[in-house]
Nanobody, 113 residues
Framework: QVQLVESGGGLVQPGGSLRLSCAAS????????MAWYRQAPGKQRDLVAI???????AYTDSVKGRFAISRDNAKRTLYLQMDTLKPEDTAVYYC???????WGQGTQVTVSS
């Protein structure tokens, strides 16, 4: 059974930081490319960042220089370090395999003063 379990979301003030984690089980994590998506209220789910199995990385333009995706294959965990957060980063953040076959339940990130 595949499970992707996100954690680390919450309420943060503009300019603050959060670190999201995604614990994976049931997949060959070390050879899977992984991604973070987000969905704001009333909007479609959009790609935030992707990391391939061999650590090639790409970001959507709006988070470049502020967010960092990483992985720890020994811990089977995907991370998203989010710095200099803005109100427009408010969304539910989802962990997924890059082929979008498996998804986590999502974690809410709210950026507000």
């Amino acid at each position: 059974q595949v499970q992707l379990v996100e954690s680390g979301g919450g309420l943060v003030q503009p300019g603050g930081s959060l670190r999201l984690s995604c614990a994976a089980s049931g997949i060959a994590f070390s050879v899977e490319s992984m991604a973070w998506y987000r969905q704001a209220p009333g909007k479609q789910r959009d790609l935030v960042a992707i990391i391939t199995w061999n650590n090639d990385i790409a970001y959507t333009d709006s988070v470049k220089g502020r967010f960092a995706i990483s992985r720890d294959n020994a811990k089977r965990t995907l991370y998203l370090q989010m710095d200099t957060l803005k109100p427009e980063d408010t969304a539910v953040y989802y962990c997924t395999t890059a082929d979008q076959k498996y998804w986590g339940q999502g974690t809410q990130v709210t950026v507000s003063s």
